[in-house]
Structure formats: C-alpha cells, structure tokens
C-alpha cells in the first residue's frame, strides 16, 4: 500500500480498501468493484502511467466518458501528481484543439475519440491487475496545494479558462459537500450526470470519499432504465440539473415519488430551480434532504440550501457550505456593501482556486484570496444570499453554459452583417434559459432556416438559438462593445 | 411511415440513418441524451401532426416503441 498524503481523497479511499475491502466502490453494468479492487486499479495505472514516463507536474487530458478506466486513470494521476485535464469526449474539435494548445499535454487518454496530431493518445482499457504488479516507484513529494486538476470552463469572451484545482480544493470540495448533504458510508448512488462536468466528477469524488457506493449509469435519457437503476441497486441518493428534472416530470409525471421513502438525499446544482418545481419535489420527496449547490468550477459547491429545512424562504441560494467557505458582497470598487444592497458574490475558502491557468485570465477576477464570482445578489440580515442576475452574460441551457460570442461568431462567419445573443426563459419551460439571437437586417437578408440548418453543422444542438428577430441594428457602446440589456428590454 | 420516422430521429440527432436501428434506445449514444430525446417527441409531433399521449412518453425508450406509438396514432 502506498502513501498519498497530499492527497485526502487518495487516502480515504485507501482507507476504505484496507477497513472495508469487499464493499463495492463502483458499479458500471453488470462490473462490480470493490474498494480492495478500485486501489488496486489504480495502482497498477498509475504503475503504468508511470512506465509511459509520466511523472509529477505533467499534464494529461483525460477525455472523459462514464467507465471505470477513467476512474482509475483520473486518481492514478493524483498519486503520481500528474495533472489531470478533464475534457467532455463529445467537445467540439476546435474547443478540444484549443484546450491541447494551451494545456500542451504529454499524453491523452480516451475511449473513442479520435487521434490527435502531436500528442501520445492512449486507450482507458487497461488489463486486469495481477499479483506483484503494483507501483513500486519511490514517488517524489507532492503538496497538498499542488494542482490536481485543470477544468476548463467557458468565459464571456468565448475562449475557455482553464481552472486549477489543488488536490486540497477537490478534497475541500467533497468534504464540504458530504457534511452538507450528510452521505454516509451506507449510501449508494447512481449517478447519471456527466464525468467530464465539475458536479458529475464532484458526485464521484464525494461517494468515494465516504466509502459508500457509485452506480453509474449512462444518462437521464432513458427514464426506464434510470428508475430499474434506483429499484435493482436500492439506490439512496443523486445528483440532477434543474433541465432533468424538468425532464423527468414531463416524461414521466409522479413516477418517480415511489422512490420516495429509499431517497435519502438528491443534490441539484448548475442552474435556477423555479420556486413551484422545489415545493413539488418537497411534495414528492417529504423525507428526503434535497439539497441545492450554488458554486462554480472555480469555487465549487459555495454555497447549499435545503428546501424543507428551508421551506419558509426558497428564493435563497444558501449560505456557505461549511465552516471553511465565507461568502461577501461587494460594489465595484471592490469594497463590501450592507446586507440588502446588491453587488458582486465574492467567496473565499478550502475550495476556491488560487489561479487560472493562464494568469492574465486572473485579472479582474479576485479582490485579494476573494474569489469573484460575476454573479450579481446580495446578503440578508439572517445571512442568506440571493442572485439577483449575471454579471457574466452566459446563457444557461439546461446547466450547460453557453458564450454569446461562441454563437454570434458562427452566425456572422455565415455572411450575416451583424448579430447578437441573449438569454431568453426557455418557451418550453424544460431548459430554463435558451439563446435567443438578433440579427441585423443587410442587403443580403438570409432565411432563418439556412442559418439554423448551417449552425447545426457548427454548433452543438444546445447553442442553436431557440428564438430569432431581425432588427436594423445591434446596440453597442462607443467602444463597440453589445449592450445585450438593451436587446432583453 | 417507419423510415419517415427513422429518418426524423436521425436527422434530429444529427447522425447516420442506418445508426437508427430498430434496437436503439435513448441513451444508448451520446447524441440521444434527455435534451435529443425532447426534441426527437416535439419534431415527431410537430412534422406528423400528433400528439404523443403524456402517459405513454414514460414507455418511448427505444426506435421501435417509438415507430409502433407513431404507427398506432396515425392509424397506419
């Protein structure tokens, strides 16, 4: 057995395959492994990692998708201090290529994606471990404040930021979470969400870390299967966007109450729950902790609320996660305002980054250790925060953050003389927010079903606007700047 | 009707129609998630001119359901 101390989340689960070895960790269809199994797998990746050559301080991208590889891949990584960068398989090319020219990884690891020009790509599938095969390497010292992780997330401009996270964030993070939400050993968890996103890996992380159970399932899609799922594995608790379970409620109605009485907890995060849809769920689920996270890849899981204990005031995001996360409002000066008063959502605490991965990206973005979130809200006198609306002007779709500039970029490259985008409520109230784009009318008016059917060669389905309008012109300041307020009134 | 339909999903999914096998069902590939689900029943009712019953939606899981539900609302 080896020794992990930079990393708490390495040696919990180490703990768990030394004081409980038979209990399963992970379930991918009908693959059981146990948490003696799970240390072993990923000892011997990382013995392998290792004979690649990879060592402390180097970057690989892992293309995620839900399998066991990656999962052993991902915490062989934090053994070794190679940094892990985590990239949905499904992005688009030209996020992926811009991620690898920044990043510049020594290897990429995936299961189907394709082969990518000047980087050493390998396979997740990796042989069974067999006796004496595990890592003997002498590992050199790793900090606890080392980076473990990079997320890439998408900023207003369009461009992706990479976020560090040290092995103490993601610790921090799954800690925080766990005593919020209350997990325990005793509880399994199916988890639909993606990997590649920080809630689907933070889900992992936080069952792993409490020596309780995963079940992965592929995603929310096929209903049927999910609740065969929570039926065959008695499952306790899962993670949901507000789009799944606008979802689960328009497929499946009250279907899902009958797991009423074995859900302990359901944690929801990445975007707005309406107030209607949380006393619905506290209908439902009149036992179960439902617990809503507001955080970002940057600062993740900030802040929690709980509806029933919280049932006198829904319209709140919560209050700090834990003794180790503070949260503060502040104007443009950077200075703090009174309770009440609206400004920027500044936290600080054991989860927050210390850095982008470019510094020039943390410019305007921390006032000291604080923080800024870009979210605009403020505080009240019992100390609960509220949003009030979005310094930053991504367009939420369903949790998936979308840029503006992403779409009014592909638009114009289609000879539209000038465009913009906004945030408008979804009309079919499943993804709360969808893109809505202003097109300047020219000499050369296109059909709008050209432009749609051309978007969707470049764009994913989710960033092709939902809504259209032409207008004589888009409103911008004098340095050219949009001014979408405009385009919302 | 079961190629007009197959040929809705696929293009809806944005993949190869021969990809659409009757045995396919939702989530089985990356582009038929909860938002491609969605939007295969509101393309489905919008082209075909019908309306999937709400407490039949919970059963569409897979290409034939879906070609069987379409085939028996439009009586064909």
């Known amino acids: 057995m080896f020794e992990a101390p930079h990393s708490i989340l390495l040696c919990e689960i180490s703990r768990h395959a030394i004081e409980t070895p038979d209990k399963i960790a992970l379930v991918e269809g009908d693959t059981r492994v146990t948490y003696a199994q799970l240390m072993a797998n990923i000892e011997m990746t990382a013995h392998a990692m290792h004979s690649l050559g990879l060592k402390s301080g180097d970057r690989i991208v892992l293309a995620a998708q839900k399998e066991l590889g990656f999962v052993y891949h991902y915490f062989a990584a934090h053994l070794l201090g190679v940094v892990n960068v985590v990239v949905d398989v499904a992005s688009p090319r030209e996020r992926l290529d811009y991620i690898i020219s920044v990043v510049k990884p020594s290897a990429l690891f995936s299961s189907g994606l394709e082969v990518v020009q000047g980087v050493a790509c390998y396979s997740f599938n990796r ?44 610790a921090g993070s799954a800690g925080n979470t766990n005593g919020f939400i209350g997990t325990c050993s005793g509880d399994i968890e199916a988890l639909a969400l993606p990997l590649s996103h920080s809630f689907g890996l933070g889900r992992l992380r ?187 002007e991504l367009i939420n779709v369903g949790g998936e953050k979308v840029s503006p500039a992403t779409i009014e970029d592909a638009i114009r490259s289609l000879g539209v003389t000038d465009c913009a985008c906004i945030a408008v409520p979804d009309p079919n109230g499943v993804l709360g927010e969808v893109p809505k784009a202003f097109l300047q009318k020219g000499d050369n008016q296109m059909d709008i079903d050209d432009i749609k059917n051309q978007l969707g060669r470049m764009l994913p389905p989710h960033e092709i606007p939902v809504e259209w309008e032409w207008v004589d012109s888009i409103p911008r300041t004098a340095s050219g700047k949009i001014q979408r307020l405009k385009l919302k009134q | 009707m079961e190629l007009q339909v197959k040929e809705i999903i696929a293009r809806v999914l944005n993949v190869a129609l021969d990809q659409i096998t009757d045995d396919l069902s939702s989530g089985d590939i990356p582009e038929w998630d909860s938002v491609g689900n969605l939007a295969i029943i509101s393309t489905l009712e919008q082209e075909l001119d019908l309306e999937f019953p709400l407490e039949d939606l919970f059963d569409l899981t897979s290409v034939r359901s879906i070609v069987e539900e379409v085939e028996q609302l439009t009586n064909v």
């Open chain 1, 127 to 170: 042989p069974e471990p067999e006796e004496g095969q595990l890592l003997d390497t002498e590992l050199p010292t790793i900090a606890a404040d080392d980076v473990a992780d990079v997320m890439f997330t998408t900023g207003t401009t369009g461009v992706p930021k990479g976020v560090c996270l040290t092995h103490a964030n993601i």
């Open chain 1, 206 to 392: 936080c069952v792993l870390m409490k020596g309780a159970t995963l079940v992965l399932v592929g995603n929310f899609a096929n209903l049927k299967s999910f609740f065969s799922v929570l039926d065959t594995w008695h499952v306790t608790g899962f993670g949901m966007v507000p789009a799944v379970w606008q979802y689960i409620k328009r497929l499946s109605g009250r279907r899902i109450a009958r797991f009423a009485d074995q859900l302990r907890y359901i944690e929801i995060g990445s975007a707005a729950l309406p107030v209607e849809d949380k006393l619905l769920l506290m209908e439902l689920f009149p036992n179960t902790r439902l617990c809503m996270h507001y955080g970002l890849t940057e600062a993740s899981r900030a802040m929690f609320t709980e509806f029933h204990s919280h049932s006198d005031n829904l319209d709140t995001v919560g209050r700090p996660a834990s003794p180790f996360v503070e949260a503060t409002v502040r104007d443009d000066d950077g200075n703090p305002v009174a309770n009440g008063v609206d400004g920027e959502i500044c936290v600080r605490g054991n989860m927050v980054t210390w850095s982008y991965f470019k510094p020039e990206d943390n410019a305007d973005s921390f006032y000291g250790d604080w923080f800024r979130t870009g979210d605009w809200g403020h505080r009240d006198d019992n100390g609960d925060f509220y949003l009030t609306g979005r310094k930053k």
